[in-house]
């Protein structure tokens, strides 16, 4: 990847992920390019409103979604300041590496979600039905559908598969409302005595950056209460 793409990706106000690596801060925290140069310079990365202190020559990865993917580059945290805003610089990289959405932490949820095909423009998009998410991450999630049949019904998701897209809208339990497009990259259905669940793991094909920080920073937060609960 050349050096233009990255100067082309890298700009003030971009919004990105700081990924700690190592130590008791180890996670995925949302950030921002604040000024660019031979330094980058990132805002620092918070919990709960309070500044994660990190060490200079620290290791970490910085990761943005882009058109096309997401890609990331390791660095060492070069400075820090803490006035008159929190602010770390690392060397500004060369060139990225484009990592797969499946290397995003997922953890186990239960949030309603609406979904519905997104269909060729010639056809008209069918209405939104509702599913929950049991599984989230920043890169995509897995979804369970319930289908209870009724007599001369037939099954209202036989024409999802691998492969089909869909349109997502659900909330965070901070309030966060997310609108994601996103595609099946796999399906499995389970026939029960309440009738077919179709378990459904989706890749986000589509998603606002911001949008994607919240869901990252929701999924730090659950895996600090399940570290804090010993279920972790």
Same mark, same amino acid.
């Given at each position: 990847?050349?050096?233009t $793409?990255v100067? #082309?990706?890298?700009?003030v106000?971009?919004?990105?992920?700081i990924?700690?690596l190592e130590g008791? $801060?180890r996670g %995925?925290?949302?950030?921002?390019?604040?000024?660019m140069?031979q330094?980058?310079?990132?805002?620092?990365p918070?919990r709960?409103?309070?500044?994660?202190?990190?060490n200079?020559?620290?290791?970490?990865?910085v990761e943005?979604?882009?058109?096309?993917g997401v890609?990331?580059f390791?660095?060492y945290?070069?400075?820090?300041?803490?006035?008159?805003?929190?602010?770390?610089?690392?060397?500004?990289p060369?060139n990225?590496?484009?990592?797969?959405r %499946?290397?995003?932490? %997922?953890?186990?949820?239960n949030l !309603?979600?609406? $979904?519905?095909?997104l269909?060729?423009?010639s056809?008209? !998009?069918?209405?939104?039905?509702?599913a929950?998410?049991?599984?989230l991450s920043?890169?995509?999630? #897995?979804i369970a *559908?319930?289908?209870? !049949?009724k007599?001369?019904?037939l099954?209202?998701?036989k024409?999802l598969?691998v492969?089909? &897209?869909?349109?997502?809208?659900f909330?965070? !339990?901070?309030g966060?409302?997310i609108?994601?497009?996103?595609?099946?990259? &796999?399906?499995a259905?389970?026939?029960?005595?309440?009738?077919m669940c179709?378990n *459904?793991?989706v890749e986000?094909?589509?998603?606002?950056?911001?949008? @994607?920080?919240?869901?990252? &920073?929701h999924?730090?937060?659950? @895996?600090?209460?399940?570290?804090?609960k010993?279920?972790l």
């Open positions: 990847m050349n050096v $793409y100067e #082309r990706i890298l700009d106000n971009r919004k990105v992920t990924v700690i008791h $801060y %995925r925290y949302p950030s921002r390019i604040e000024d140069g330094v980058l310079l990132l805002a620092a918070t709960k409103g309070a500044v994660v202190r990190l200079v020559g620290e290791p970490i990865r943005i979604l882009a058109k096309g890609y990331a390791d660095a945290v070069d400075s820090i300041t803490l006035e008159p805003i929190p602010i770390i610089g690392v060397g500004a060369e990225f590496s484009r990592i797969q %499946r290397e995003f932490v %997922r953890v186990a949820v !309603p979600v609406k $979904y519905r095909p269909k060729p423009a056809e008209d !998009p069918s209405g939104y039905k509702s929950h998410i049991v599984n920043g890169g995509g999630a #897995r *559908i319930w289908h209870v !049949p007599d001369g019904d099954d209202e998701n024409n598969d492969g089909s &897209r869909l349109q997502l809208e909330e965070l !339990p901070c966060s409302k609108k994601a497009e996103a595609v099946i990259i &796999r399906i259905g389970k026939r029960t005595e309440k009738g179709h *459904i793991a986000f094909t589509e998603i606002d950056q911001k949008e @994607q920080d919240d869901i990252a &920073r999924v730090l937060e659950c @895996q600090y209460e399940m570290r804090r010993g279920l």
